[in-house]
Protein backbone atom coordinates (compact mmCIF):
# COMPACT_ATOMS: atom_id res chain seq x y z
CA UNK A 1 0.00 0.00 0.00
CA UNK A 2 2.82 2.38 0.79
CA UNK A 3 4.30 1.68 -2.25
CA UNK A 4 1.02 2.90 -4.37
CA UNK A 5 0.79 6.01 -2.26
CA UNK A 6 4.76 6.72 -3.40
CA UNK A 7 3.37 6.06 -7.12
CA UNK A 8 0.33 8.34 -6.46
CA UNK A 9 2.22 11.22 -5.46
CA UNK A 10 5.19 11.11 -8.30
CA UNK A 11 2.37 11.22 -10.72
CA UNK A 12 0.87 13.83 -8.94
CA UNK A 13 4.49 15.98 -8.94
CA UNK A 14 4.42 15.20 -12.31
CA UNK A 15 1.55 16.29 -13.78
CA UNK A 16 2.35 19.78 -11.42
CA UNK A 17 5.40 20.01 -12.92
CA UNK A 18 4.60 20.54 -16.69
CA UNK A 19 1.18 22.40 -15.93
CA UNK A 20 3.50 24.33 -14.09
CA UNK A 21 6.45 24.75 -17.40
CA UNK A 22 3.45 24.88 -19.62
CA UNK A 23 2.07 28.83 -18.22
CA UNK A 24 6.05 29.69 -17.72
CA UNK A 25 6.21 28.67 -21.78
CA UNK A 26 2.88 31.03 -22.78
CA UNK A 27 2.84 33.62 -19.93
CA UNK A 28 4.78 36.08 -22.51
CA UNK A 29 1.63 35.19 -25.32
CA UNK A 30 -0.92 35.51 -22.69
CA UNK A 31 0.05 38.83 -21.44
CA UNK A 32 -2.40 41.81 -21.76
CA UNK A 33 -1.20 43.58 -24.95
CA UNK A 34 -0.12 46.21 -22.97
CA UNK A 35 1.75 44.45 -20.33
CA UNK A 36 3.20 42.16 -24.09
CA UNK A 37 4.22 45.79 -25.47
CA UNK A 38 6.26 47.10 -22.87
CA UNK A 39 7.98 43.91 -22.27
CA UNK A 40 9.19 43.95 -25.46
CA UNK A 41 10.37 47.81 -25.68
CA UNK A 42 12.26 46.93 -22.59
CA UNK A 43 14.86 44.60 -24.27
CA UNK A 44 17.93 45.21 -26.84
CA UNK A 45 17.64 44.78 -30.51
CA UNK A 46 20.43 42.60 -30.37
CA UNK A 47 18.32 39.84 -28.19
CA UNK A 48 15.26 40.04 -30.51
CA UNK A 49 15.87 37.20 -32.81
CA UNK A 50 14.93 36.51 -36.35
CA UNK A 51 16.18 40.17 -37.52
CA UNK A 52 14.03 42.22 -34.63
CA UNK A 53 10.33 39.53 -35.02
CA UNK A 54 10.48 38.14 -30.74
CA UNK A 55 9.02 34.50 -30.77
CA UNK A 56 6.80 35.34 -27.95
CA UNK A 57 4.95 37.69 -29.44
CA UNK A 58 1.23 36.47 -30.28
CA UNK A 59 0.79 36.04 -34.22
CA UNK A 60 -1.64 38.76 -35.70
CA UNK A 61 -5.06 37.30 -36.43
CA UNK A 62 -5.32 37.42 -40.47
CA UNK A 63 -7.20 39.57 -41.60
CA UNK A 64 -10.26 38.99 -43.96
CA UNK A 65 -9.58 38.40 -47.43
CA UNK A 66 -11.27 41.61 -48.58
CA UNK A 67 -9.17 43.46 -46.48
CA UNK A 68 -5.72 42.62 -47.87
CA UNK A 69 -3.85 45.03 -49.33
CA UNK A 70 -3.18 45.22 -52.61
CA UNK A 71 0.57 45.66 -54.47
CA UNK A 72 1.24 49.35 -54.98
CA UNK A 73 -0.13 50.39 -51.45
CA UNK A 74 3.14 50.49 -49.98
CA UNK A 75 3.05 46.91 -48.46
CA UNK A 76 4.18 43.81 -49.66
CA UNK A 77 2.13 41.14 -49.75
CA UNK A 78 3.12 37.20 -50.68
CA UNK A 79 5.82 38.47 -53.24
CA UNK A 80 7.61 35.83 -54.64
CA UNK A 81 11.32 35.44 -53.69
CA UNK A 82 14.06 36.88 -55.32
CA UNK A 83 15.82 34.84 -57.74
CA UNK A 84 19.40 35.90 -57.94
CA UNK A 85 21.02 35.40 -61.28
CA UNK A 86 24.72 33.62 -60.46
CA UNK A 87 27.64 36.19 -60.90
CA UNK A 88 29.40 35.45 -64.42
CA UNK A 89 33.05 35.74 -63.50
CA UNK A 90 35.94 37.40 -66.29
CA UNK A 91 38.18 35.02 -66.55
CA UNK A 92 41.96 36.77 -66.95
CA UNK A 93 43.31 37.40 -70.42
CA UNK A 94 45.87 35.06 -71.80
CA UNK A 95 48.68 37.74 -71.50
CA UNK A 96 48.24 37.87 -68.02
CA UNK A 97 49.18 34.29 -67.41
CA UNK A 98 52.08 33.86 -69.59
CA UNK A 99 53.25 36.90 -67.40
CA UNK A 100 52.51 35.57 -63.65
CA UNK A 101 53.89 32.13 -65.33
CA UNK A 102 57.46 33.09 -66.39
CA UNK A 103 57.74 34.96 -62.71
CA UNK A 104 56.66 31.93 -61.00
CA UNK A 105 59.35 30.07 -62.98
CA UNK A 106 62.01 32.67 -61.79
CA UNK A 107 61.24 32.27 -58.01
CA UNK A 108 63.08 28.72 -58.37
CA UNK A 109 65.07 28.91 -61.65
CA UNK A 110 68.29 28.61 -58.82
CA UNK A 111 66.87 24.59 -58.65
CA UNK A 112 67.72 24.11 -62.47
CA UNK A 113 69.26 26.85 -64.51
CA UNK A 114 71.61 28.47 -61.51
CA UNK A 115 73.03 25.02 -61.71
CA UNK A 116 73.57 24.48 -64.61
CA UNK A 117 75.19 28.23 -65.69
CA UNK A 118 77.34 28.05 -62.23
CA UNK A 119 78.86 24.53 -63.41
CA UNK A 120 79.27 25.59 -67.13
CA UNK A 121 81.17 29.08 -65.82
CA UNK A 122 83.75 27.24 -64.23
CA UNK A 123 87.62 28.03 -64.75
CA UNK A 124 88.03 24.28 -65.32
CA UNK A 125 85.60 21.75 -66.88
CA UNK A 126 86.50 18.86 -66.15
CA UNK A 127 84.95 15.21 -66.24
CA UNK A 128 83.12 15.06 -62.91
CA UNK A 129 81.91 18.86 -63.82
CA UNK A 130 79.90 17.05 -66.70
CA UNK A 131 78.71 13.99 -65.15
CA UNK A 132 77.47 17.05 -62.44
CA UNK A 133 75.53 18.73 -65.30
CA UNK A 134 74.10 15.61 -66.76
CA UNK A 135 72.83 14.65 -63.16
CA UNK A 136 71.28 17.80 -62.73
CA UNK A 137 69.23 17.38 -66.11
CA UNK A 138 68.16 13.82 -64.78
CA UNK A 139 66.92 15.41 -61.58
CA UNK A 140 64.82 17.70 -63.59
CA UNK A 141 63.23 14.79 -65.62
CA UNK A 142 64.62 15.79 -69.29
CA UNK A 143 64.99 11.81 -69.36
CA UNK A 144 68.46 9.87 -70.48
CA UNK A 145 68.64 10.15 -73.87
CA UNK A 146 67.94 14.02 -74.31
CA UNK A 147 70.31 14.51 -70.88
CA UNK A 148 73.00 12.90 -72.87
CA UNK A 149 72.63 14.66 -75.84
CA UNK A 150 72.61 17.88 -74.60
CA UNK A 151 76.19 17.26 -72.32
CA UNK A 152 77.55 16.14 -75.48
CA UNK A 153 76.47 19.11 -77.70
CA UNK A 154 77.54 21.66 -74.60
CA UNK A 155 81.11 19.96 -74.37
CA UNK A 156 81.75 20.26 -78.27
CA UNK A 157 80.63 23.54 -77.94
CA UNK A 158 83.01 24.50 -75.05
CA UNK A 159 85.64 22.76 -76.16
CA UNK A 160 85.15 24.80 -79.45
CA UNK A 161 84.32 27.84 -78.47
CA UNK A 162 86.50 27.82 -75.07
CA UNK A 163 84.24 30.80 -73.37
CA UNK A 164 84.10 31.38 -69.84
CA UNK A 165 81.53 34.67 -70.10
CA UNK A 166 78.64 34.54 -67.83
CA UNK A 167 76.78 35.84 -70.67
CA UNK A 168 77.81 33.54 -73.50
CA UNK A 169 77.73 30.52 -71.33
CA UNK A 170 74.15 31.36 -70.87
CA UNK A 171 73.06 32.22 -74.59
CA UNK A 172 75.09 28.93 -75.44
CA UNK A 173 73.07 26.46 -72.89
CA UNK A 174 69.58 28.84 -74.02
CA UNK A 175 70.34 27.52 -77.75
CA UNK A 176 70.81 24.19 -76.72
CA UNK A 177 67.78 23.97 -73.82
CA UNK A 178 65.34 25.80 -76.90
CA UNK A 179 66.37 22.78 -79.62
CA UNK A 180 65.69 20.04 -76.88
CA UNK A 181 61.99 21.81 -76.06
CA UNK A 182 61.60 21.99 -79.90
CA UNK A 183 60.28 25.63 -80.36
CA UNK A 184 59.22 24.77 -84.04
CA UNK A 185 55.95 22.09 -82.78
CA UNK A 186 52.53 23.05 -83.71
CA UNK A 187 51.27 24.42 -79.99
CA UNK A 188 47.62 25.81 -81.00
CA UNK A 189 44.66 24.44 -80.08
CA UNK A 190 42.11 23.64 -82.44
CA UNK A 191 38.79 25.78 -81.90
CA UNK A 192 37.47 26.28 -85.21
CA UNK A 193 35.79 23.41 -87.53
CA UNK A 194 34.02 24.12 -91.04
CA UNK A 195 30.18 23.93 -90.11
CA UNK A 196 30.23 22.61 -86.75
CA UNK A 197 31.88 22.93 -83.40
CA UNK A 198 35.72 22.07 -82.68
CA UNK A 199 35.73 18.61 -80.37
CA UNK A 200 37.95 18.15 -77.99
CA UNK A 201 38.66 15.00 -75.68
CA UNK A 202 40.56 15.10 -72.22
CA UNK A 203 41.96 12.40 -70.77
CA UNK A 204 44.27 10.96 -68.22
CA UNK A 205 44.44 8.67 -65.33
CA UNK A 206 42.83 9.46 -61.92
CA UNK A 207 43.77 11.96 -59.45
CA UNK A 208 45.31 14.32 -62.47
CA UNK A 209 42.82 17.20 -62.37
CA UNK A 210 41.10 16.46 -66.25
CA UNK A 211 37.54 17.80 -64.60
CA UNK A 212 39.58 21.29 -63.27
CA UNK A 213 41.51 21.22 -66.46
CA UNK A 214 38.30 21.59 -68.70
CA UNK A 215 36.83 24.56 -66.55
CA UNK A 216 40.20 26.49 -67.03
CA UNK A 217 40.62 25.94 -70.06
CA UNK A 218 36.41 26.87 -70.58
CA UNK A 219 37.80 30.65 -69.13
CA UNK A 220 40.65 30.79 -71.40
CA UNK A 221 37.86 30.33 -74.30
CA UNK A 222 35.83 32.07 -73.32
CA UNK A 223 38.35 35.39 -72.93
CA UNK A 224 38.81 34.86 -76.40
CA UNK A 225 35.20 35.04 -76.90
CA UNK A 226 34.26 31.86 -78.04
CA UNK A 227 31.03 29.69 -77.25
CA UNK A 228 31.42 26.67 -75.52
CA UNK A 229 29.90 23.64 -74.45
CA UNK A 230 31.25 21.10 -71.63
CA UNK A 231 30.14 17.43 -72.17
CA UNK A 232 29.91 15.57 -69.11
CA UNK A 233 31.18 11.86 -69.89
CA UNK A 234 32.86 11.08 -66.42
CA UNK A 235 29.82 9.31 -65.35
CA UNK A 236 31.97 7.04 -63.26
CA UNK A 237 32.63 9.29 -60.10
CA UNK A 238 30.03 10.52 -57.89
CA UNK A 239 29.38 14.28 -58.36
CA UNK A 240 32.05 14.45 -61.42
CA UNK A 241 29.32 16.36 -63.23
CA UNK A 242 28.01 18.63 -60.52
CA UNK A 243 32.27 19.73 -60.49
CA UNK A 244 31.80 20.48 -63.93
CA UNK A 245 28.93 22.26 -64.53
CA UNK A 246 30.25 24.45 -61.61
CA UNK A 247 32.76 25.70 -63.62
CA UNK A 248 30.48 26.15 -66.25
CA UNK A 249 28.67 27.86 -64.38
CA UNK A 250 31.00 30.38 -63.71
CA UNK A 251 32.02 31.52 -66.83
CA UNK A 252 28.43 30.96 -68.40
CA UNK A 253 29.03 28.22 -70.36
CA UNK A 254 26.55 25.09 -70.77
CA UNK A 255 27.21 21.49 -69.55
CA UNK A 256 25.37 18.43 -71.27
CA UNK A 257 25.00 15.76 -68.49
CA UNK A 258 22.66 13.00 -67.79
CA UNK A 259 20.31 12.22 -64.55
CA UNK A 260 21.32 8.73 -64.48
CA UNK A 261 23.66 7.33 -62.28
CA UNK A 262 26.46 5.41 -64.08
CA UNK A 263 24.89 6.36 -67.24
CA UNK A 264 26.82 4.90 -70.55
CA UNK A 265 29.77 7.87 -70.86
CA UNK A 266 29.63 7.49 -74.73
CA UNK A 267 26.12 7.98 -74.93
CA UNK A 268 26.68 11.81 -73.09
CA UNK A 269 29.54 12.63 -75.08
CA UNK A 270 27.48 11.96 -78.12
CA UNK A 271 24.53 13.94 -76.83
CA UNK A 272 27.23 16.87 -75.69
CA UNK A 273 28.37 17.24 -79.63
CA UNK A 274 24.64 17.11 -80.74
CA UNK A 275 23.93 19.79 -78.56
CA UNK A 276 27.07 21.95 -79.56
CA UNK A 277 25.80 21.43 -83.22
CA UNK A 278 22.40 22.30 -82.13
CA UNK A 279 23.42 25.61 -80.45
CA UNK A 280 26.37 25.97 -82.96
CA UNK A 281 28.39 26.02 -80.28
CA UNK A 282 32.49 27.56 -81.34
CA UNK A 283 33.93 24.45 -79.14
CA UNK A 284 32.29 21.24 -77.18
CA UNK A 285 35.06 20.00 -74.90
CA UNK A 286 34.45 16.20 -73.25
CA UNK A 287 34.79 15.17 -69.96
CA UNK A 288 36.40 11.48 -69.54
CA UNK A 289 36.19 9.25 -66.65
CA UNK A 290 39.57 8.65 -64.92
CA UNK A 291 41.19 5.65 -66.26
CA UNK A 292 43.87 3.15 -64.76
CA UNK A 293 47.00 2.78 -67.61
CA UNK A 294 47.35 -1.01 -66.80
CA UNK A 295 43.45 -1.81 -66.84
CA UNK A 296 41.91 -2.85 -70.33
CA UNK A 297 38.47 -2.93 -70.08
CA UNK A 298 38.54 0.98 -68.93
CA UNK A 299 41.39 1.85 -71.71
CA UNK A 300 39.10 -0.16 -74.69
CA UNK A 301 35.42 1.80 -72.69
CA UNK A 302 37.50 5.55 -73.67
CA UNK A 303 38.38 4.30 -77.21
CA UNK A 304 34.33 3.32 -77.29
CA UNK A 305 33.74 7.09 -76.10
CA UNK A 306 35.67 8.29 -79.36
CA UNK A 307 34.64 6.04 -82.15
CA UNK A 308 30.86 6.96 -80.78
CA UNK A 309 31.34 10.91 -80.69
CA UNK A 310 33.12 10.39 -84.30
CA UNK A 311 29.65 9.40 -85.50
CA UNK A 312 28.54 12.53 -85.24
CA UNK A 313 31.73 14.44 -85.74
CA UNK A 314 35.34 14.51 -86.19
CA UNK A 315 37.41 14.48 -82.79
CA UNK A 316 39.79 17.38 -83.68
CA UNK A 317 41.90 17.23 -80.49
CA UNK A 318 42.46 14.37 -77.66
CA UNK A 319 44.50 16.40 -75.11
CA UNK A 320 46.47 14.24 -72.67
CA UNK A 321 46.39 15.76 -68.70
CA UNK A 322 49.58 14.58 -66.97
CA UNK A 323 51.20 15.26 -63.17
CA UNK A 324 53.88 17.16 -63.80
CA UNK A 325 55.20 16.08 -60.28
CA UNK A 326 55.29 12.14 -61.27
CA UNK A 327 58.25 12.30 -63.46
CA UNK A 328 59.13 9.49 -65.54
CA UNK A 329 55.85 8.06 -64.24
CA UNK A 330 53.52 10.20 -66.72
CA UNK A 331 55.55 8.94 -69.82
CA UNK A 332 54.60 5.30 -69.06
CA UNK A 333 50.82 6.51 -69.11
CA UNK A 334 51.47 9.13 -71.69
CA UNK A 335 52.09 5.84 -74.21
CA UNK A 336 49.52 3.71 -72.91
CA UNK A 337 47.13 6.13 -73.76
CA UNK A 338 48.95 7.18 -77.14
CA UNK A 339 48.22 3.57 -78.41
CA UNK A 340 44.26 3.58 -77.72
CA UNK A 341 43.13 7.19 -78.89
CA UNK A 342 45.07 9.39 -80.89
CA UNK A 343 47.16 11.92 -78.64
CA UNK A 344 47.23 15.33 -80.17
CA UNK A 345 48.19 17.51 -76.90
CA UNK A 346 49.64 17.40 -73.65
CA UNK A 347 48.01 19.42 -70.54
CA UNK A 348 50.94 19.17 -67.90
CA UNK A 349 49.47 20.45 -64.27
CA UNK A 350 51.38 21.33 -61.54
CA UNK A 351 53.85 22.68 -63.05
CA UNK A 352 54.78 25.66 -60.48
CA UNK A 353 58.29 25.13 -59.96
CA UNK A 354 61.67 24.31 -62.14
CA UNK A 355 62.60 20.93 -60.29
CA UNK A 356 60.43 18.61 -62.48
CA UNK A 357 60.39 21.11 -65.73
CA UNK A 358 62.56 18.51 -68.05
CA UNK A 359 59.27 15.93 -68.36
CA UNK A 360 58.43 18.70 -71.09
CA UNK A 361 61.20 17.74 -73.11
CA UNK A 362 60.83 13.89 -72.19
CA UNK A 363 57.63 13.77 -73.24
CA UNK A 364 57.47 15.33 -76.61
CA UNK A 365 60.67 13.39 -77.28
CA UNK A 366 58.80 10.12 -76.83
CA UNK A 367 55.52 10.46 -78.12
CA UNK A 368 56.01 13.31 -80.76
CA UNK A 369 53.50 15.57 -79.46
CA UNK A 370 53.80 18.97 -78.39
CA UNK A 371 52.88 19.93 -74.84
CA UNK A 372 50.58 22.64 -75.07
CA UNK A 373 49.36 24.18 -71.79
CA UNK A 374 51.25 24.08 -68.82
CA UNK A 375 49.02 24.27 -64.80
CA UNK A 376 50.69 26.85 -62.77
CA UNK A 377 48.65 26.54 -59.49
CA UNK A 378 44.97 26.07 -58.11
CA UNK A 379 43.79 29.11 -58.90
CA UNK A 380 40.87 29.24 -61.89
CA UNK A 381 42.96 31.19 -64.31
CA UNK A 382 46.57 29.43 -63.38
CA UNK A 383 46.41 27.72 -66.55
CA UNK A 384 48.48 29.14 -70.13
CA UNK A 385 49.29 28.61 -73.14
CA UNK A 386 52.72 26.45 -73.45
CA UNK A 387 55.65 29.03 -74.70
CA UNK A 388 59.04 27.09 -75.21
CA UNK A 389 60.94 30.22 -75.35
CA UNK A 390 59.46 31.89 -72.67
CA UNK A 391 59.35 28.66 -70.42
CA UNK A 392 63.29 28.34 -71.34
CA UNK A 393 64.21 31.80 -70.84
CA UNK A 394 62.34 31.58 -67.28
CA UNK A 395 64.65 28.84 -66.53
CA UNK A 396 67.77 30.67 -66.74
CA UNK A 397 66.59 33.99 -65.71
CA UNK A 398 68.48 35.51 -62.74
CA UNK A 399 66.48 37.50 -59.81
Do not use: C
Not at 178 to 203: F, K, N, Q, W
Request: no cysteine; aromatic share 4%.
Amino acid sequence: MDFDVLILFIVLAVVLLGTLGFFLVQGGKILPKDKREQYLSQRDPDDLPGGGVDTLEAPPEESPTTDAPEYGDGVDVAQEPTVLEPTVETPEPVATRLARLRARLVKSNNIFGRSLLALLSRDEIDEDVWEEIEEILLMADVGTEPAMELVDRLRERVKVEGTKDAVQVKAMLTEELLALVDPSLDRRLTVTAEGRPAVIMVVGVNGVGKTTTIGKLARMLVAEDKDVLLGAADTFRAAAAEQLSTWGHRVGVPTVKSDVEGADPASVAYEAVEKGVEVEADVVMIDTAGRLQNKANLMNELGKVKRVVEKKSEVDEVLLVLDATVGQNGLNQAKVFAEVVNITGIVLTKLDGTARGGIVIAIQRQLGVPVKFIGLGEGPDDLAPFDAEEFVAALLEER
